[in-house]
C-alpha cells in the first residue's frame, strides 16, 4: 500500500493521494466503528438525523434552543442548495471502488449521483455551525456527532477524504451567510446598568405603537401581545392618520406623572423618534420590536414583545450611546446608521417595493438598481473633499464587516463606525468585485475609522438650494424635488441632505430597558 504522506513526498498528484488515504481509511481496523458509523450514515439520509436534533433543541433548549434550531436548518438548507444545483453538477467526479472496502461496511443502497463534494459533510458542517452562532453549548454537543458523519462517508466508502473536506468547507461557508444575513442576538456585554422602575404587569408603562410599521401581523397584532403580556400597560395604535410625535409627547406626560415609563413600538425609525422623547422627559425607554429589521431591539437582546415585557416588569435596563446628526435645523438623534450616497436610495426603493414583493425580494431588486444608476456624491469630510459612493456612521463599532454591518456588541463605547466607498473610475465594478471576491475591507476604495465627532459638508446640496430659490423666484417649477437632490437615512429614514451637518454622540444618554 502506498501511504499518502509517501504519495505527496514522491510528487504524486492530488489525486493520487485522495485515493491512497481512502484506501488507507477501507484497509485499516477501527474499532467500534463498524455496528455504528454505517447506520450514523444512513441516519443523516436527507438531514433526518439534524431535523431531529432541531426538533429535541427547540423542545428542550428554551428560546436559545429554538433560535439555534432554527439557525442550523436554515445554514443547512442553504448548503444543500449549494451542493446540489452547484457544487455537483459542477464537478461530475466517479464514486469510489468498493472493492477496498469490507462488505460490512458498506451501505444497502449506494449513492449514484456525483461524489463530490459530500453532501453529507456540508450539511452536518452548516447545521453545527449555524447552531455554534446562537448556542455554543449544543454545537459542542453536536460536534462530534458531525464529525462522525463526515468520517462515516470516507468509512463505508461513498466518498473520497477531499469529497468530504470541501463539502465541509461549503457547510460552514453556508452558515457564515446565514450569519451575515441574520446576526444572533446577543445581550450588550458592557454597558453601565441604569436605575429604572420595575412596573409589575406594565403599571406606569405607557406605550404607542406604530401600526404602519413593518409587516402585516400573521397572527396577533402586536397592540394585543402588548396588552396580554402587561395588562396594567397603557397601549395606544398610531395609525397612518395619526400624528405620531403628538402621542408620543402625551405618552411621556402621562408616564412622567405615573413615574413609569415611555414604550415603543414600531422600526428602527420610530424608535429613534421615541428616543428624543425619552431624552427631553428624562423617560426610560421600553423597546417593543415592531418593524422590519429591529436592529436596535436585538441588539438590546430584545427579540420579541414578551422578551421587552420581561425586562420591563424586571427593571433590567442599562444606559446606552445616543448618536445625534445636528445641521441649521436643530438635532436629531439615531440609534443606529447614518448614511449618505447610495445606501439611500437602495432604502427608498426597497420600501417601494417591499409591502408588494416582501422584504428580502425588495432588498435585492432595491440593490440591483442602485448598482446600476447610482452615482457618486462630492462632499467634504472634516474639510476633506471627496468623491464617495457610500459615507456610512454607525452608532458604536460594529462587530461584523462589510458595506451595511448589522450588529453591534457595545452599545456604549463613545464612538462612531464610519466607513467609506470612494467614488472615481469603475469605482461601482471595483466595489462589486471586491464583495464577491471576499476582499472589501482590503480594497483600496474601502476605508474604515471610529471617531467620536465627524463633520459633512454636501457642495452637491448647496447648489440644489440655490437652484431652488431661484426657481421660486422666477416660478419654474421649484424647490429640490423629491427626484433632485443628495439624500441621507437615519435608522432608515431616508430625507434630503442639508448642506452642512455634524455627527457626534451622547455617551450613555438614554435609559433603556433590555434582555
Given at each position: 500500500m502506498t501511504l499518502p504522506w509517501r504519495a505527496a513526498q514522491n510528487g504524486q498528484s492530488w489525486r493520487q493521494w485522495d485515493r491512497a488515504l481512502f484506501t488507507e481509511v477501507a484497509g485499516r481496523h477501527w474499532p467500534g466503528a463498524e455496528p455504528v458509523l454505517p447506520r450514523l450514515s444512513r441516519a443523516a439520509n436527507h438531514g433526518r438525523l439534524w431535523i431531529a436534533a432541531a426538533g429535541t433543541m427547540a423542545a428542550v433548549g428554551g428560546r436559545e434552543g429554538r433560535r439555534a434550531a432554527a439557525r442550523g436548518l436554515g445554514s443547512l438548507a442553504l448548503a444543500s442548495l449549494t451542493v446540489n444545483t452547484v457544487g455537483k453538477g459542477a464537478v461530475r467526479r466517479s464514486r469510489p471502488l468498493l472493492d477496498a472496502v469490507p462488505m460490512i461496511r458498506r451501505l444497502q443502497r449506494q449513492p449514484v449521483s456525483s461524489s463530490f463534494p459530500s453532501g453529507h459533510s456540508a450539511s452536518a458542517a452548516a447545521f453545527v455551525a449555524g447552531v455554534s452562532a446562537e448556542s455554543p453549548a449544543w454545537a459542542t454537543l453536536l460536534a462530534p456527532v458531525a464529525a462522525s458523519v463526515a468520517f462515516s462517508r470516507v468509512y463505508t466508502g461513498v466518498h473520497y477524504p477531499s469529497d468530504v473536506l470541501v463539502?465541509?468547507?461549503?457547510?460552514?461557508?453556508?452558515?457564515?451567510?446565514v450569519r451575515g444575513m441574520r446576526p444572533p442576538v446577543r445581550r450588550p456585554e458592557s454597558g453601565r446598568p441604569a436605575h429604572v422602575p420595575a412596573l409589575p404587569e406594565g403599571r406606569g408603562l405607557h406605550v404607542v405603537v406604530n401600526t404602519a410599521s413593518g409587516p402585516p401581523p400573521l397572527l396577533t397584532p402586536a397592540a394585543d401581545r402588548i396588552r396580554a403580556a402587561l395588562p396594567g400597560a397603557t397601549v395606544m395604535e398610531c395609525t397612518?392618520?395619526?400624528?405620531?410625535?403628538?402621542?408620543?409627547?402625551?405618552?411621556a406626560l402621562n408616564a412622567e406623572s405615573d413615574g413609569g415609563a415611555l414604550g415603543v413600538c414600531g422600526g428602527d425609525g420610530t424608535v429613534a423618534g421615541a428616543a428624543q422623547i425619552a431624552l427631553d422627559h428624562d423617560l426610560p425607554l421600553a423597546v417593543f420590536p415592531g418593524g422590519t429589521r429591529n436592529h436596535f431591539a436585538l441588539d438590546l437582546g430584545l427579540e420579541t414583545v414578551e422578551a421587552t415585557a420581561a425586562a420591563v416588569q424586571a427593571g433590567d435596563a442599562a444606559r446606552v450611546d445616543v448618536a445625534r446628526r445636528t445641521d441649521r435645523g436643530g438635532n436629531a438623534p439615531f440609534l443606529n446608521t447614518f448614511s449618505i450616497g447610495s445606501y439611500p436610495d437602495l432604502v427608498r426603493v426597497r420600501e417601494r417595493w417591499s409591502?408588494?414583493?416582501?422584504?428580502?425580494?425588495?432588498?435585492?431588486?432595491?440593490?440591483?438598481?442602485?448598482?446600476?444608476?447610482?452615482?457618486?456624491?462630492?462632499?467634504?469630510?472634516?474639510g476633506r473633499p471627496r468623491s464617495v459612493w457610500l459615507l456610512f456612521a454607525g452608532n458604536c463599532r460594529y462587530s461584523s464587516w462589510g458595506l451595511a454591518p448589522v450588529r453591534r456588541r457595545d452599545l456604549t463605547d463613545g464612538l462612531l463606525d464610519v466607513r467609506i466607498v470612494d467614488g472615481g473610475r469603475f469605482a461601482r465594478t471595483r466595489l462589486v468585485g471586491a464583495a464577491l471576491t471576499g476582499v472589501l475591507t482590503s480594497s483600496?476604495?474601502?476605508?474604515?475609522?471610529?471617531?467620536?465627532?465627524?463633520?459633512?459638508?454636501?457642495?452637491?446640496?448647496?447648489a440644489d438650494g440655490a437652484r431652488g430659490a431661484d426657481d421660486s423666484r422666477t416660478g419654474g417649477g421649484g424647490g429640490t424635488a423629491a427626484g433632485r437632490g443628495v439624500r441621507l437615512a437615519c435608522d432608515g429614514e431616508v430625507a434630503l441632505a442639508p448642506p452642512e451637518l455634524v455627527l457626534d454622540k451622547v455617551p450613555g444618554g438614554l435609559?433603556?430597558?433590555?434582555g
Open positions: 463539502g465541509c468547507a461549503l457547510g460552514v461557508g453556508a452558515a457564515l451567510v397612518e392618520d395619526d400624528d405620531l410625535v403628538k402621542l408620543l409627547e402625551a405618552a409591502r408588494r414583493v416582501g422584504s428580502w425580494p425588495a432588498s435585492v431588486l432595491a440593490a440591483v438598481h442602485v448598482l446600476r444608476t447610482c452615482e457618486p456624491v462630492r462632499v467634504e469630510i472634516n483600496p476604495i474601502y476605508t474604515e475609522a471610529t471617531v467620536r465627532r465627524l463633520r459633512i459638508r454636501v457642495p452637491d446640496a448647496e435609559r433603556v430597558y433590555r
